[in-house]
């Protein structure tokens, strides 16, 4: 299992960052621009990854002010988990982690490793930059 990990802190109370990530119609706002196709609702998105896949995920689970987790909805070319976790950082500041959790072969994990890396940065970014505006 190849993980996948950073963390970012946010200037936003606990709540308000975990509310945010709970709504996939959210995540298309911390999506690079090789993502197209995006498609939502508060509980699924299905977005195309440019010269890769579709997918979709799904939420699979929700604990409040603490964690948001989306695994596939369909067949994916690969098992993954994506973890949202916010945690209290002091006052009204929060630090914001996504771990991704894939099954990949030695030759996938070459050719997906970096991409998925600049993806969880990205992301992580993304989010500070939505939320802190």
Known sequence: MTVIQNQISINRPIA????????????????????YNWSSTR???R?????????????????ENSEVVFVPAEK????VTLRWSVMPAGDNTTTAQLIIEADLNMMMKML???PLEKLVGSQLEALKKTLEA
């Open 16 to 35: 308000d960052v975990y509310t945010f990530l709970a709504d996939c119609n959210n995540h298309e706002q911390l999506m690079p621009d090789s993502i």
């Open 43 to 45: 509980d699924e998105a």
């Open 47 to 63: 977005f195309t990854i440019q010269n890769m896949a579709k997918l979709a995920l799904k939420v699979e689970r929700r604990t």
């Open 76 to 79: 994916a070319p690969f098992d």
């Open 112 to 114: 997906a490793q970096k």
